[in-house]
């Protein structure tokens, strides 16, 4: 499911297998876990994270075909997501993602909960693709929309045109931090630029709570009570 590799001062987790990394509520944990033991290393507080993953896919999104067999559990992958994005914006440390395939809705969202966001150019858009399919996007989701996509333009693009975004797009619109030309080469920048962070020598104490300041937005819609009520049905990429 997932991966944990310590270089240095460097955390890499990694969705493993070639599939499409949806997020269902064991591949949710599994990342938890990983994240509460990077969080209880003795360095954590001057390292980076830095996730990607194997295959097509970054994330695909929320798991729907185990939501379908199996509805309550559209609650549980809703409130495990909701964790684990909050956990990301409160960990004491710089978080990279190398997005090294598709992410597509909550896919997309877990790329969005990461600092940085690195991606191929050769394979893959962002994309939320909610539009598309006739669902409303959980207010939640739209926080971190508000928060982390600049222009109104972009996020125009991004909710209301579920636009499928490039890497050379997502520069332009200012979610794509650098782009590249292969999976080895994103995830290379990823390292590159993991380790001039760590060279800075910033308290990630510090750096964790003035995250959770400039995200207050976003840990407030995930509080609410709304958040939990508008559904988890996602559609992921038609790609």
């Known amino acids: 499911m997932c991966t944990l590799e310590k270089r240095g001062r460097l955390f890499l987790l990694k969705l493993t297998g070639d599939g499409e990394h949806r997020l269902n509520p064991t591949l949710l944990d599994n990342i938890r876990s990983a994240i509460t033991q990077i969080r209880s290393d003795p360095s954590s507080s001057q390292s980076v994270l830095i996730t990607t993953s194997d295959g097509k896919f970054f994330s695909n999104g929320y798991d729907l075909a185990l939501a379908a067999s199996d509805p309550p559990l559209r609650a549980v992958m809703a409130a495990k ?3 684990l994005v909050a956990d990301l914006i409160s960990l004491p440390m710089p978080t990279i993602a190398a997005v090294t395939g598709h992410a597509s809705a909550a896919g997309f969202l877990l790329a969005m909960s990461h600092d940085y966001i690195l991606m191929r150019r050769d394979r893959g858009f962002l994309y939320m693709s909610e539009l598309d399919i006739e669902l409303v996007l959980p207010a939640w989701f739209m926080s971190m929309i508000r928060m982390k996509v600049v222009s109104p333009a ?5 909710a209301l045109t579920a636009e499928k975004i490039t890497a050379d ?3 332009e619109m200012g979610i ?18 993991g380790e001039e962070i760590v060279r800075r020598g910033a308290d990630g104490h510090v750096y964790g709570r003035m995250r959770e ?11 609410s009570n709304e958040s939990a009520s508008n559904g988890v049905r996602n559609s992921g990429s038609k790609l």
């Open 154 to 158: 972009a996020k125009r693009d991004v």
């Open 176 to 193: 794509v931090d650098s782009s590249h030309g292969s999976a080895g080469e994103t995830v290379e920048a990823a390292v590159k630029l």
């Open 81 to 83: 997501l909701q964790s």
């Open 213 to 223: 300041t400039l995200l207050r937005e976003v840990l407030h819609a995930i509080g």
């Open 169 to 171: 797009r997502g520069l």
